[in-house]
């Protein structure tokens, strides 16, 4: 309903009706405009009904959903309308990216352009928020967090094309084990050692490892923030200072992290002392979704351009 409509609506219905109508719809569009301009989550959480109103919206902005409109190109979205696969995803069927490149923008889908970026925005949002401030670019892909891993592996690659190996402190789960025989590489396995009560970072074996096998030849170094005890949070500090000394790049597995505030800090703490390329987090452990995404970030906000 615009301004004329309503208006129309006052020769048919009480004006006052009309009018009490209208505010409650400039409330709802006030909150739009709102969450456009800033660019992050509200402090009040929307109802149910708001975070519709928004979806169809934005689905009403997509070429799929426009009126008398038949597309006979290319990526045109074809959902049967009247479908329960429609309906789930409020007819929103374009999407993300295009032509290789997850952040592009579609041109025939502006809806679902929009409700990415802002997605991008609200993530980068809450990362801030928990304490890891210095994060300057954030990607969400639609891969689980091992895949999110592969991902980085090949894009480091560039960077470094002759490296074999991949350094990484040993956490029983197989995510980033299979990361790194999928991106193609060895993985030199740095056992862990008791401290206290828990298992730690290996410091000494980490250095010994850099000198036998030589920097040149590592892809990088992957650590851990949280896993199942007795395994602690790796010593991702210290790691950082030896990256930045060695030169080699700093990849934090960071799977269960968004929601642990001191995971968050020593993020945050190793990103301002030494070398952090990335940290990567799962959605569903962090954000309460379904199984299959992944948040690749980094105060590099080139090299999350890259991975995309």
């Not at 006052?10 to 505010?23: C, D, F, G, H």
């Not at 679902?112 to 801030?128: D, E």
């Not at 290996?202 to 992957?222: K, M, Q, R, S, V």
């Amino acid at each position: 309903m615009n301004e004329k409509n309503f208006s129309l609506a006052e020769t048919i219905i009480t004006k006052r009706y009309v009018n009490q109508a209208k505010q409650s719809k400039n409330q709802l569009q006030k909150q739009v405009t709102t969450l456009l301009s800033q660019r992050k989550l509200p402090e009040i959480g929307w109802n149910d009904y708001m975070i519709e109103y928004l979806l169809n919206e934005l689905s009403q902005m997509d070429s799929n959903n426009f009126q008398n409109n038949v597309g006979l190109g290319e990526r045109e979205g074809r959902v049967y309308q009247q479908s329960i696969v429609a309906k789930r995803h409020f007819n929103l069927a374009h999407g993300v990216g295009r032509s290789g490149d997850i952040q592009a923008l579609q041109p025939k889908a502006a809806g679902s352009s929009l409700l990415a970026q802002l997605c991008k925005f609200f993530v980068l949002n809450i990362i801030h928020s928990v304490g890891i401030k210095s994060t300057k670019g954030a990607i969400i892909l639609p891969l689980a967090t091992g895949m999110g891993i592969t991902m980085t592996l090949l894009t480091l690659r560039k960077k470094n094309p002759t490296a074999k190996y991949i350094i990484w402190s040993r956490i029983d789960q197989k995510t980033c084990f299979k990361a790194i025989f999928t991106a193609g590489y060895t993985p030199i396995i740095i056992e862990p050692v008791f401290s206290g009560d828990e298992l730690q970072t290996d410091l000494d074996a980490i250095n010994e490892t850099i000198n036998e096998y030589g920097a040149e030849n590592i892809l990088c170094i992957i650590k851990t923030t949280s896993c199942f005890a007795p395994r602690g949070a790796d010593k991702i500090v210290d790691v950082a200072l030896i990256c930045e000394n060695k030169d080699i790049p700093h990849v934090i597995n960071n799977a269960y992290g968004i929601t642990i505030k001191e995971c968050c800090k020593l993020i945050e703490r190793a990103t301002n002392k030494g070398r952090v390329d990335c940290f990567i987090q799962s959605t569903d452990k962090n954000f309460m979704v379904p199984v299959g995404g992944s948040i690749i970030a980094s105060r590099d906000s080139q090299f999350i351009d890259e991975i995309s």
